[in-house]
């Protein structure tokens, strides 16, 4: 069974950073694409990132763009997304996904003084 | 980027009714790359549909996709009192994924 758990996020003053964390299990990690997906409170879906099965290209959301950075570590099973630069429009659930059949639950980024 | 459009963005129906969701694209998607998903507030999306018209594993026959080019649709036959929640459609096919903004099914 594939399983997808995210981790990391929590409160964060503008400015700050956060880096998220996503355990992946069920599957060959490896030998796929891995996505970021985010939801702000009341809104709809909005993908933000996704990296190449060897991590060697990625692509990102214009929002985002220069602020976030997506890695994995494929000798353990994780996704990560480096968050910096931090704005209240950045508060959101963040979903990692494999495709359009596998989500994680998701983690709560707020941006907030 | 391909914008999806969804309609309506509320559907105000009673239990045993059809509901009929719209999604719309700003250029052709494949309709290899076109699902649907079903949100209920706390939880992930689940997947409906996907390939525009193939149900995923556990959804039950009164769910439906149809469509193509540029015009897609959910159809579910006979609402249930748990299919009340907000369906988004989103295409995989063209990078970036992009997802339409959401419609309601609410109890009417």
């Known amino acids: 069974e594939v399983q997808l758990v995210e981790s990391g996020g929590g409160l964060v003053q503008p400015g700050g950073s956060l880096r998220l964390s996503c355990s992946a299990s069920?599957?060959?990690?490896?030998?796929?694409?891995m996505h970021w997906v985010r939801q702000a409170p009341g809104k709809g879906l909005v993908w933000v990132s996704r990296?190449?099965?060897?991590?060697?290209?990625?692509t990102y959301a214009d929002s985002v763009k220069g602020r976030f950075t997506i890695s994995r570590d494929n000798a353990k099973n994780t996704l990560f997304l480096q968050m910096n630069s931090l704005r209240a429009e950045d508060t959101a659930v963040y979903y990692c996904t494999r495709d359009v059949a596998n989500w994680g639950q998701g983690t709560l980024v707020t941006v907030s003084s | 980027e391909i914008v999806l459009t969804q309609s309506p963005g509320t559907l105000s129906l009673s239990p045993g009714e059809r509901a009929t969701l719209s999604c719309r694209a700003s250029?052709?998607?494949?309709?290899?790359?076109l699902a649907w998903y079903q949100q209920k507030p706390g939880q992930a999306p689940r997947l409906l549909i996907y390939?525009?018209?193939s149900r995923a594993t556990g959804i039950p026959d009164t769910f439906s996709g149809s469509g193509s080019g540029t015009d897609f649709t959910l159809t579910i036959s006979r609402l249930e009192p748990e299919d009340f929640a907000v369906y988004y459609c989103?295409?995989?096919?063209?990078?970036?994924?992009?997802f339409g903004q959401g419609t309601k099914v609410e109890i009417k």
């Open positions: 989103q295409q995989y096919g063209s990078s970036p994924w992009t």
């Open positions: 250029q052709s998607v494949s309709s290899t790359s």
């Open positions: 390939g525009a018209s």
């Open positions: 069920g599957f060959a990690f490896s030998s796929y694409w």
């Open positions: 990296i190449n099965s060897d991590g060697s290209s990625s």
